[in-house]
């Protein structure tokens, strides 16, 4: 069975110039297709294109999420052939124990009764109201009598 290693790279960002190239996009297309095949001398095998997005930091606190065209390539991965045990050192193997015939289980003994408890209180249920504290009658003064009067 084999695994895969992966890579992302970035995609060019501007094509190169090319003599074969005439318009952008064959130009962006030439750059394209060296990117690709630089990375299959390598043994790389491109798989797709992806946009993703990156949060990165805009100034002082600000955060700005900016999007980011990767190519990502695989390549098939050996893997390593396990090496051969010696039986001294190997873990042996456990077996789970046969199963005990069953025998008589004496009944469990009935639970205690236990006392009921008080309902728990409803919140769709009124609560009862303490009757409120009287407070304090304050002498109030007229309104004449607490403005400043004018020193003269």
Same mark, same amino acid.
């Given at each position: 069975?084999?695994?895969?290693?992966?890579?992302?790279?970035?995609?060019?960002?501007?094509?190169?110039?090319?003599?074969?190239?005439?318009?952008?996009?064959?130009?962006?297309?030439?750059?394209?297709?060296?990117?690709?095949?630089?990375?299959?001398?390598?043994?790389?095998?491109?798989?797709?294109?992806?946009?993703?997005?990156?949060?990165?930091?805009?100034?002082?606190?600000?955060?700005?999420?900016?999007?980011?065209?990767?190519?990502?390539?695989?390549?098939?991965?050996? *893997?390593? !052939? $396990? @090496?051969?045990? +010696? =039986? &001294?050192?190997?873990?042996?193997?456990? /077996?789970?124990? #046969?199963?005990?015939?069953?025998?008589?289980?004496?009944?469990? *003994?009935? !639970? $205690? @009764?236990?006392? +009921? =408890? &008080?309902?728990?209180?409803?919140?769709? /249920?009124?609560? #009862?109201?303490?009757?409120?504290?009287?407070?304090?009658?304050? *002498?109030?003064? $007229?309104?004449?009598?607490? =403005? &400043?009067?004018?020193?003269?």
């Amino acid at each position: 069975m084999s695994s895969f290693q992966y890579i992302a790279i970035p995609a060019p960002m501007r094509s190169e110039k090319s003599k074969s190239a005439k318009t952008p996009a064959d130009r962006y297309a030439a750059t394209l297709t060296e990117a690709i095949n630089s990375m299959a001398v390598n043994g790389w095998e491109y798989l797709r294109a992806e946009t993703l997005p990156s949060e990165e930091r805009s100034g002082l606190t600000g955060r700005t999420t900016l999007f980011h065209n990767l190519l990502i390539f695989r390549r098939a991965v050996e *893997a390593a !052939a $396990p @090496a051969h045990i +010696p =039986a &001294e050192t190997a873990t042996p193997r456990i /077996e789970p124990a #046969p199963p005990r015939p069953e025998a008589a289980k004496p009944a469990p *003994a009935p !639970a $205690p @009764a236990l006392a +009921p =408890a &008080e309902p728990s209180p409803v919140f769709s /249920e009124k609560m #009862p109201v303490s009757e409120p504290v009287a407070e304090k009658p304050e *002498a109030k003064k $007229p309104l004449a009598e607490t =403005a &400043e009067k004018p020193a003269g």
